[in-house]
């Protein structure tokens, strides 16, 4: 999200706080006789052909405040690598794209060959106060579009806060597990889980994580990212 919201000013940065607060409270397993021959425990990825995947997004996958190094999808491919997983990660994000910023550039934002998309957009709306009619109409669209493109999609969720009532946020808060339901895709149901509220994994603003807070939210996506793309890799027939 970007850290400008023209009129929006002081207001914003008060919701941002707020938002996290309300979004918290929402909110090798197989192994073989050791081989003499096993030179190292890390999978080599070197001869493996990656995964094409995009991380479509706002400032929270951008990497607002962060050097290009410590951004979302930079840190998610070391540590697939880690884990074994090849890609080839391209950062998407825009900082204080909305999800009809994300449906507008999604053709050119989404390169061709892309495999897989993670999708996180939606917290500009919630901070706005985006009617959810539209913002889940445009979830709509890019899942669907994607799907035209036989890409696989990884949907992460956001919470709106509480100020537009309980009216709002529960029609908002709706819209991620329904969507990923009709859609048939992967949920990962809070894409801040584990840094909201936590002062020293976020920028001063209270909201954009850290370097530190990145790869913590790294660490617990990842889990549904490894079984996300090695579903994928199955279905393009990839080792």
């Known amino acids: 999200m970007d850290h400008s919201y023209g009129g929006f000013g002081g207001a914003v940065e008060r919701l941002l706080r707020v938002f996290i607060v309300a979004a918290t409270g929402a909110m090798m397993a197989m192994s ?3 081989s003499a021959q096993t030179a190292s425990v890390q999978p ?4 493996v052909k990656p995964i094409r995947l995009a991380v479509l997004g706002d400032s929270l996958t ?10 979302f999808p930079v840190r998610l491919q070391k540590a ?6 090849a890609t080839d990660i391209h950062n ?3 900082s204080g794209d909305t ?4 449906l507008a550039r999604l053709d050119w934002s989404i390169p061709p060959g892309t495999e897989a998309v993670i999708v996180e957009l939606g ?14 109409g445009a979830l709509d669209d890019i899942l669907t579009k994607l799907k035209a493109r036989n890409i696989a999609v990884l949907l992460c969720g956001m919470y709106a806060p509480p100020n537009y009532g309980a009216e709002y946020t529960a029609k908002f808060n709706s819209i991620y597990p329904e969507l990923a339901e009709s859609h048939k895709v992967p949920l990962y149901p809070f894409f801040l889980d584990g840094v909201a509220t936590e002062a020293k994994l976020t920028q001063p603003d209270g909201l954009h994580p850290t370097a530190a807070g990145v790869d913590v939210v790294v660490e617990r ?9 090695k579903d994928r890799a199955s279905q393009l027939g990839k080792p």
């Open 32 to 34: 073989g006789p050791a």
């Open 44 to 47: 080599d990825v070197k001869d």
């Open 62 to 71: 951008a990497g607002f405040g962060l050097p290009a190094s410590a951004a």
């Open 80 to 85: 697939l690598s880690e884990k074994g997983i």
């Open 92 to 94: 998407a994000g825009v």
């Open 99 to 102: 999800t009809t910023g994300g």
């Open 123 to 136: 917290a500009n709306d919630a901070l706005r106060g985006v009617d959810p009619k539209v913002a889940r």
């Open 221 to 229: 996506i990842l889990p549904t990212v490894e079984a996300f793309l």
